[in-house]
């Protein structure tokens, strides 16, 4: 696999761009919200609105990518990444800042996973499993790099002077990197009509569609309310603040292990055997983390197995589509499950909190535990009438 270009210069390509457009925003909002004055609040609607774009673009980057035109979109969409940088490095009003993060959005929907997946899945067919694993083993380790990074930058040159860099960076040199890996990966493979649930136009009509959306979508606000309401939560049951960045710290690396263990594993478990067990897992770290009160020991048990459960979930989506759905215009497939899947981890965030005001985090956890067995339900039903159909 390491001889693969293609595949190391997607991997490549995805770390930083994920470091400079996606992980930017929480490694910079103490910063602007020292300098802008503005709230928390009011600055983290930003991101909200820049996933509930990407969400809206993802059909059509799809259809780009199933006529053929992936590569050409990522590298632009590259581009204007870095100019959008540029320009949010100039923002002085609220409104400039969200136009900025829903264009950031825009681009990140035809430059970021999904698209890259799409392309390799498109191009490899069943083979493409092992890219799409080496890829997020690397850019695994986005936030590792963008923290201190941005961290260094800001504190030397303002983050306006790192926004700058960043942008100029992402333009000129990211975005030939994300182009010139998915011209490697080549044309689509030869499809032979299938029988696969909405395998044509009609998709969207498939239960099979439907099902596994919903359930991935579940998955996602389970990680998203989870995620976002750690560090209160921790703060809550009165850890040290060092200790609940610790933790959330802990999460991306974790999400690399997941992903070490699929590889480990090879074919010995299939693609239903991982998804089941990345669902159970979560939910079952959930449990953990809502009956651990203040106990460190269970708070870390938590964040091993629910980092290393979801790490996997990035690689199944698009390999279980395939099985279920079929190859066949399989970007705009993948297009319409990224839109569910962003939408839900857009309004993770809020739903967390609108549980939270109602019963507390206690609460809450409650309800992610249920969310991620119904979030199984679902998806074990497109399996079960995806595979009926084959």
Known sequence: ?????????????????????????PAMLLWWEADLGWSRTDLTFAITLAILTSGFAAPLAGRIIDAGRGAAMMGIGAVCSGVSLILLSQVA?????????????????????????AMITRSRGAAAKQGIIWITLIAGFASSLSFPAVHLLASG?????????LGGFVALVV???????????????????????????????????????????ISAIVHGATLHHLLPLLNARNLTPEFAVLIAALIGPMQVAGRLAMVAAGDRLSHHSFALAAFGLMGLSVVILAV??????????????FGGAYGTVSILRPVIARDLLGQENFGAKSGGLAALYMLAAASSAW??????????????????????GLGALFYSAAHRLGTRAL
Do not use: K
């Not at 270009?5 to 457009?21: D, E, F, H, M, S």
């Not at 800042?97 to 950031?104: G, K, S, T």
């Not at 044309?187 to 029988?195: E, K, V």
């Open 292 to 305: 651990s009160g203040s106990s460190p020991p269970l708070v870390v048990l938590f964040v091993l197995l």
């Open 93 to 117: 009003q609220p409104w400039q800042f969200y136009l900025v993060w829903v264009a950031i959005g825009l681009f990140n929907a035809g430059t970021l996973y999904e698209a890259a997946f």
């Open 175 to 217: 975005a030939p990197i994300l182009f010139s890996g998915a011209r490697m990966l080549g044309p689509a493979q030869d499809i032979a009509p299938a029988n696969h649930p909405g395998s044509h136009a009609g998709y969207l009509r498939s239960p099979v569609f439907w099902c596994l959306g919903i359930g991935f979508a």
């Open 351 to 372: 739903l967390g909190a609108l549980i939270w005001g109602v019963g507390g985090y206690g609460l809450m956890l409650w309800v992610l535990i249920a969310l991620a």
């Open 1 to 25: 696999m390491f001889r693969d270009r293609a595949v190391i210069l997607l991997a490549l390509g995805q770390t930083l761009i994920w470091a400079a457009t996606f992980y930017v925003f």
């Open 157 to 165: 040159l303002g983050w306006r002077g790192t926004l700058l860099f």
